[in-house]
């Protein structure tokens, strides 16, 4: 029995290896991406994953964004391709 757990031991160590340096940092940066895209709001300037800079003109419910390129250029965007938020616009005070 201690010869088969023996066996084992190397495979085990090699997964929980592999888990805390490549699986579990992996989720942590899904976690923090579906933050970034949840949190977007009007005014953010964003950078797609396409290399294209733009402002949030409109976030819609359907997971798209309307994103404005340039001065009366607008495009929708899917929110998950949006690789960086450059700036943050301040929430409205009430």
Known sequence: MESAIAQFLPLILIFAIMYFLLIRPQQQKVKQHKAMVEALRR????????????????????????????????????????????????????
Do not use: F, H, N, W
Not at 64 to 76: D, F, K, M, S, W
């Open 43 to 94: 005014g953010d300037q964003v950078v797609t994953q396409g290399g294209l800079i733009g402002k949030v003109s409109k976030v819609k419910d359907e997971g798209e964004l309307e994103v404005e390129l340039a001065e009366g250029v607008r495009v929708r965007v899917v929110k998950s391709t949006i690789a960086q938020v450059l700036s943050k616009t301040e929430p409205a005070k009430e």
